[in-house]
């Protein structure tokens, strides 16, 4: 019996570097893949906080995405911050968000040579890890952002992270996620 559905290729992590125009289309690709292959998002969870330089990001994307694709469902804006201290209140505010598709976007502290990087992953996110937080797992797939380097003093380190290096980060990612969401 012929199958007529065309065979998935398993999708595999991405780290992309996030300076240069190169990245941003590798970036694009590689999320319209994992839309092709995986269904196109149909909600957007920002986590993170606008009171730490480092966890910002996610609310900056998604303050970014909220004006560009106003079609999209999205959660945790600067205005409007979804972060350890309400993630369990949002959830119960929108029972309906974990049974959609959900791409679910944070910062992460890594290693030195990530630091400025993304991941795009197939999967869902767990938030807080980075800094020992026990927070349910988020998203059918995410976005990771890389802000700083990890393993000691995190809250600190969070707190001391570039601001221009997460701004730079956030629209590479709205950028990205616009172009790819985009017919």
């Given at each position: 019996m012929a199958d007529t559905e065309p065979m998935k290729v398993p999708f595999s992590d991405h780290r992309i570097a996030t300076k240069g125009q190169s990245t941003v289309d590798e970036a694009v690709r590689t999320l319209r893949s994992l839309w092709r292959q995986h269904g196109v998002p149909e909600a957007l969870l920002c986590i993170g906080t606008d009171r730490s330089t480092g966890d910002a990001l996610g609310p900056l994307v998604g303050t970014e995405i909220e004006t560009q694709l106003p079609r999209l469902k999205v959660l945790g804006t600067l205005n409007h911050p979804v972060h350890a201290g309400n993630l369990e209140d949002?959830?119960?505010?929108?029972?309906?968000?974990?049974?959609?598709?959900?791409?679910?976007?944070?910062?992460?502290?890594?290693?030195?040579?990530?630091?400025?990087?993304?991941?795009?992953?197939?999967?869902?996110?767990?938030?807080?890890?980075?800094?020992?937080?026990q927070l349910p797992p988020l998203g059918?797939?995410?976005?990771?952002?890389?802000?700083?380097?990890?393993?000691?003093?995190?809250?600190?380190?969070?707190?001391?992270?570039?601001?221009?290096?997460?701004?730079?980060?956030a629209s590479f990612i709205s950028l990205a996620l616009a172009a790819s969401l985009n017919p």
């Open positions: 949002v959830l119960r505010n929108y029972p309906d968000l974990t049974q959609k598709r959900l791409l679910a976007v944070d910062a992460s502290l890594g290693r030195l040579q990530d630091v400025g990087t993304l991941l795009i992953r197939l999967g869902p996110l767990r938030p807080g890890s980075g800094v020992n937080k059918h797939y995410h976005i990771t952002g890389t802000v700083n380097v990890g393993g000691f003093m995190e809250y600190f380190v969070l707190q001391n992270t570039r601001l221009a290096l997460v701004m730079q980060m």
